[in-house]
């Protein structure tokens, strides 16, 4: 698992170096329509279909804050870039099996699983919240694809961006440091945390140490999908939290 979370964090220096763009003059065209449908996720889903942008506007939202962007970014991005709606379950990486692709997440959940053929038991491998990204290769200049398969745990939207457009684009465009070192340092910074949280034999000391760790992604996952993770059982998941509830331990 480290192996694999340090290679994609190499390769985001292709990757942010792709996503400039025009934050002001596009953002403030966007507006997605606030719903009173007693459905408001499939009215979220329906008004993104219907305003394909939108998505884009995310990825603006958090780019913006970290580096000045212009017209010719936002052109470039509109050219090349892919908004996709994913529902939960959704496989990314199986249509495009033999695509070299990052996906940036704007919003939902993202992870990276292997199967046990044998036990039919999955394993998650690497996780993507919001404002980061997983990729189908092991970084942006190789064409060695990752094992397992790219899947939506959540329903969102992602942001397809093709590794060809991205070499491309890298070396015309030199201005990226300051995102390079961002979404550079959030993936190393998760590589370093998820690996002192599962430094412990003890199963349910790792899962305390992932709490403490990295509670965002705690907040943004499944009972089943800490345990997938950490490699551990839901029950002990269930003890640990409850003992960080109470401070008790169950009772067997």
Do not use: C
């Not at 763009?21 to 008004?47: E, G, Q, W, Y």
């Not at 939960?88 to 704007?106: P, W």
């Not at 550079?184 to 140490?209: D, H, I």
């Not at 907040?219 to 551990?232: H, R, S």
């Amino acid at each position: 698992m480290a192996k694999e979370v340090f290679l994609e964090a190499k390769g985001l220096i292709g990757v942010v170096s792709s996503l400039i763009f025009n934050h002001r003059s596009f953002a403030s065209s966007i507006d997605i329509t606030v719903s009173k449908l007693d459905k408001p996720t499939k009215h979220f889903i329906m008004s993104i279909k219907h305003n394909p942008k939108a998505g884009f506007k995310l990825l603006f939202d958090f780019l913006g804050k970290y580096h000045t962007i212009d017209q010719f970014h936002y052109q470039w991005a509109k050219d090349n870039l892919k908004v996709k709606i994913v529902k939960r379950g959704e496989q990314l990486s199986s249509a495009d099996r033999h695509s070299e692709m990052t996906y940036f997440v704007a919003k939902g959940l993202l992870a990276r699983v292997e199967e046990n053929t044998k036990t039919g038991k999955r394993r998650i491998m690497s996780l993507a919240i919001p404002n980061m990204a997983l990729m189908t290769t092991n970084h942006l200049y190789t064409h060695h694809l990752h094992s397992g398969h790219i899947v939506a745990l959540r329903s969102g939207i992602i942001i397809a961006i093709p590794h060809s457009v991205l070499r491309q684009f890298q070396e015309q465009e030199k201005s990226i440091d300051t995102l390079i070192d961002v979404l550079g340092n959030k993936k190393k910074r998760q590589l370093v945390l998820l690996r002192q949280a599962t430094l412990s034999y003890s199963p349910f000391e790792r899962y305390l140490n992932f709490a403490r760790l990295l509670p965002e992604i705690k907040a943004a996952t499944t009972q089943i999908e800490q345990a997938d993770l950490l490699g551990i059982s839901r029950h002990t998941v269930q003890q640990a939290q409850y003992f960080l509830l109470t401070g008790k331990y169950a009772q067997k």
